[in-house]
Nanobody, 121 residues
């Protein structure tokens, strides 16, 4: 499986941005897609996860983004989205998507290249 994240850019505080993660390869190889982020000088943080193989597309989120970020999927396009609303300067980071063996995204299989999000006025 290969992954490519895109959609990063500059946004003002309070603004919105949507990131995309296109995944390719046999879908039998993975069951979840996770989003992570890493800010300069900080540890990598898991943002959330979406189940790919299940019919309900179950999601989970970090407390820091719950209520502001939404992960969705379009399996026909092999794409997972991260909709980010009410962005704060603390959200500024490089965002990565990763494929997981399990639908809860606990066992990561492959990482994509990141996309940078800058939140600044």
């Amino acid at each position: 499986v290969q992954l490519q994240a895109s959609g990063g850019g500059l946004v003002q505080p309070g603004g919105s941005l949507r990131l995309s993660c296109v995944h390719s390869g046999p879908t039998l190889d993975f069951n979840g897609i996770a989003w992570f982020r890493q800010a300069p000088g900080k540890e990598r943080e898991r943002v959330g996860c979406i189940a790919i193989s299940s019919s309900d597309g179950r999601t989970s989120y970090a407390d820091s983004v719950k209520g502001r970020f939404t992960i969705s999927r379009d399996n026909a396009k092999n794409t997972v989205y991260l909709q980010m609303n009410s962005l704060k300067p603390d959200d500024m980071a490089v965002y990565y998507c990763a494929a997981a063996i399990d639908s809860q995204c606990r066992v990561l299989k492959r990482w994509g290249q990141g996309t940078k999000v800058t939140v600044s006025s």
